[in-house]
Protein backbone atom coordinates (compact mmCIF):
# COMPACT_ATOMS: atom_id res chain seq x y z
CA UNK A 1 0.00 0.00 0.00
CA UNK A 2 1.21 3.33 -0.75
CA UNK A 3 2.42 5.63 1.76
CA UNK A 4 -0.40 8.54 2.45
CA UNK A 5 0.75 12.03 1.88
CA UNK A 6 -2.05 13.21 4.51
CA UNK A 7 0.29 14.95 7.17
CA UNK A 8 -1.42 13.96 10.90
CA UNK A 9 -5.05 15.53 11.25
CA UNK A 10 -7.27 16.15 14.19
CA UNK A 11 -10.74 14.15 14.47
CA UNK A 12 -12.58 16.43 11.75
CA UNK A 13 -9.93 15.90 8.99
CA UNK A 14 -8.35 19.27 9.42
CA UNK A 15 -4.55 18.92 9.95
CA UNK A 16 -2.40 19.79 12.66
CA UNK A 17 0.04 21.83 11.47
CA UNK A 18 -0.85 24.24 8.30
CA UNK A 19 2.96 24.33 6.88
CA UNK A 20 2.52 20.67 6.55
CA UNK A 21 0.69 20.94 3.85
CA UNK A 22 0.92 20.35 0.04
CA UNK A 23 -1.22 20.05 -3.45
CA UNK A 24 -1.02 16.36 -3.13
CA UNK A 25 -2.28 16.83 0.63
CA UNK A 26 -5.12 18.75 -0.95
CA UNK A 27 -5.48 16.48 -3.54
CA UNK A 28 -5.57 13.57 -1.34
CA UNK A 29 -8.71 15.06 1.60
CA UNK A 30 -10.32 16.26 -1.97
CA UNK A 31 -10.14 12.90 -2.91
CA UNK A 32 -11.77 11.46 0.85
CA UNK A 33 -14.77 13.91 -0.01
CA UNK A 34 -15.27 12.98 -3.40
CA UNK A 35 -13.59 15.99 -5.46
CA UNK A 36 -11.22 15.89 -8.19
CA UNK A 37 -9.55 19.64 -7.36
CA UNK A 38 -9.82 22.04 -10.87
CA UNK A 39 -8.25 25.12 -11.75
CA UNK A 40 -11.51 26.52 -9.82
CA UNK A 41 -10.71 24.91 -6.89
CA UNK A 42 -7.24 25.88 -6.26
CA UNK A 43 -8.26 29.33 -6.97
CA UNK A 44 -9.87 29.45 -3.85
CA UNK A 45 -7.44 26.96 -2.10
CA UNK A 46 -4.76 29.54 -2.62
CA UNK A 47 -6.90 32.31 -1.84
CA UNK A 48 -7.24 30.96 1.56
CA UNK A 49 -4.13 29.86 2.15
CA UNK A 50 -2.99 33.79 1.45
CA UNK A 51 -5.80 34.88 3.78
CA UNK A 52 -4.26 32.57 6.28
CA UNK A 53 -0.65 33.90 5.53
CA UNK A 54 -1.62 37.87 5.58
CA UNK A 55 -4.83 37.41 8.66
CA UNK A 56 -3.21 34.88 10.89
CA UNK A 57 -6.74 32.73 10.84
CA UNK A 58 -8.82 31.11 8.28
CA UNK A 59 -12.53 32.87 7.33
CA UNK A 60 -14.22 32.95 10.74
CA UNK A 61 -17.60 32.01 9.05
CA UNK A 62 -19.16 30.98 5.67
CA UNK A 63 -20.47 34.47 5.44
CA UNK A 64 -17.23 36.19 5.80
CA UNK A 65 -15.44 33.74 3.53
CA UNK A 66 -18.03 34.33 0.55
CA UNK A 67 -17.29 38.26 1.56
CA UNK A 68 -13.39 37.32 1.84
CA UNK A 69 -13.90 36.01 -2.12
CA UNK A 70 -16.19 38.46 -3.30
CA UNK A 71 -13.78 41.21 -2.46
CA UNK A 72 -11.07 39.69 -3.77
CA UNK A 73 -12.44 37.92 -7.56
CA UNK A 74 -15.65 39.87 -7.50
CA UNK A 75 -19.31 38.79 -7.60
CA UNK A 76 -19.18 35.82 -9.88
CA UNK A 77 -17.07 33.54 -7.41
CA UNK A 78 -17.75 35.34 -4.63
CA UNK A 79 -21.60 34.30 -3.60
CA UNK A 80 -22.48 31.29 -1.60
CA UNK A 81 -23.90 29.25 -4.54
CA UNK A 82 -20.57 28.95 -6.39
CA UNK A 83 -18.71 28.11 -3.80
CA UNK A 84 -21.10 25.25 -2.49
CA UNK A 85 -20.79 23.87 -6.57
CA UNK A 86 -17.02 23.93 -5.28
CA UNK A 87 -16.98 22.71 -1.74
CA UNK A 88 -20.55 20.93 -0.96
CA UNK A 89 -21.72 21.34 2.66
CA UNK A 90 -20.34 23.98 4.47
CA UNK A 91 -17.69 25.97 1.76
CA UNK A 92 -15.49 27.12 4.28
CA UNK A 93 -15.34 24.28 6.13
CA UNK A 94 -14.96 22.14 3.51
CA UNK A 95 -12.82 24.60 1.48
CA UNK A 96 -10.19 25.48 5.03
CA UNK A 97 -9.54 21.34 5.29
CA UNK A 98 -8.42 21.07 1.81
CA UNK A 99 -6.42 23.62 2.08
CA UNK A 100 -4.83 22.87 5.08
CA UNK A 101 -6.34 25.62 7.52
CA UNK A 102 -7.60 25.45 11.10
CA UNK A 103 -11.26 24.51 11.33
CA UNK A 104 -12.85 28.25 10.62
CA UNK A 105 -14.25 29.48 13.97
CA UNK A 106 -18.12 29.77 13.48
CA UNK A 107 -18.56 26.60 11.51
CA UNK A 108 -20.70 23.78 12.62
Known amino acids: MAKSVTPERNNEGF ?14 IANEDGLNLNENHWEII ?17 RLFVKAVKDAMGEEKGNSIYLMQLFPGTPAKTACRIAGLPRPTNCL
Not at 15 to 28: F, H, N
Not at 46 to 62: A, C, D, I, T, V
Open 15 to 28: LEDASAWSRETAEA
Open 46 to 62: MFLREFYKEHEMSPPSN
